[in-house]
């Protein structure tokens, strides 16, 4: 068997500083969106996504997909569908028992709620 060439093996190469950020697992997929002024597609986007799941019982995950869509409505300024999404992923959160991520929606609403 041969040896194997130490030199062959390097550390993965740091970032450098100025690159962008890394998409953190379970950022929404919509963000690039209004971050382009392309805000109906956000929402058309994190919709879509809420009605896939609608019929699953992966209630954490159904809540986070309906903390983004109010969020994308939010960024559009419809507020009165944003806060009925926020509501019904409040309500699945406190179903599930997840108070840790129901205080976060909370919290994060009513900062967004006090920004309009």
């Known amino acids: 068997m041969p040896k194997r060439n130490d030199s062959s093996i390097r550390p993965a190469p740091e970032r450098h500083p100025t690159a962008a ?23 058309a986007l994190a919709t879509h996504a ?12 159904r809540a986070d997909v309906l903390t983004d869509l109010a969020l994308a409505l939010m960024a559009r300024g419809d507020t009165a569908r944003a806060t009925r999404a926020a509501e ?5 959160y406190t179903e599930k028992g ?3 991520a129901a205080q976060h929606a ?3 609403w009513a900062v967004l709620s006090a920004r309009t």
């Open 50 to 61: 809420s009605r896939l799941l609608r019929p699953t019982d992966l209630l954490p995950l």
């Open 98 to 100: 997840n108070i840790v």
């Open 106 to 108: 909370r919290r994060t």
């Open 21 to 43: 950020p890394l998409k953190r697992a379970g950022a929404p997929c919509w963000l690039p969106f209004t971050q382009r002024g392309r805000g109906g597609e956000a929402v």
């Open 88 to 92: 019904r992923a409040l309500a699945l």
